[in-house]
């Protein structure tokens, strides 16, 4: 079992940053991948980044360059570092999991990009 809570979503204007966090109830180094997905209202949901173990990332082709996902394993926290952030970047962002097979997510946290 994987327990994971983001955090660190809000509003921000176009152009703007923000970090979203993601912490695990065990230790991340044992989880095979790591990554953050989106869905925007009326869309279905879609994988943004993903961190593998060892450390190869993954990023969809409108986040690159913006975006940057890392994880610190003393923590057991994976990050998702957002830049230059546009209004289509507004999703509820949710932190994903695969370990032992099953797939594990967070509740979501919404961010919202507008003047």
């Known amino acids: 079992q994987v327990q994971l809570v983001e955090s660190g979503g809000g509003l921000v204007q176009p152009g703007g940053s923000l970090r979203l966090s993601c912490a695990a109830s065990?230790?991340?180094?044992?989880?095979?991948?790591l990554g953050w997905f989106r869905q925007a209202p009326g869309k279905q949901r879609e994988l943004v980044a993903r961190?593998?173990?060892?450390?190869?990332?993954y990023y969809i082709d409108s986040v690159k360059g913006r975006f940057t996902i890392s994880r610190d394993n003393a923590k057991n926290t994976v990050y998702l570092q957002m830049n230059s952030l546009k209004p289509e970047d507004t999703a509820v962002y949710y932190c994903?999991?695969?370990?032992?097979?099953?797939?594990?997510w967070g509740q979501g946290t919404q961010v919202t990009v507008s003047s």
């Open positions: 994903y999991a695969r370990y032992n097979y099953n797939d594990y």
């Open positions: 065990r230790t991340i180094f044992s989880i095979n991948v």
């Open positions: 961190i593998l173990s060892p450390d190869f990332t």
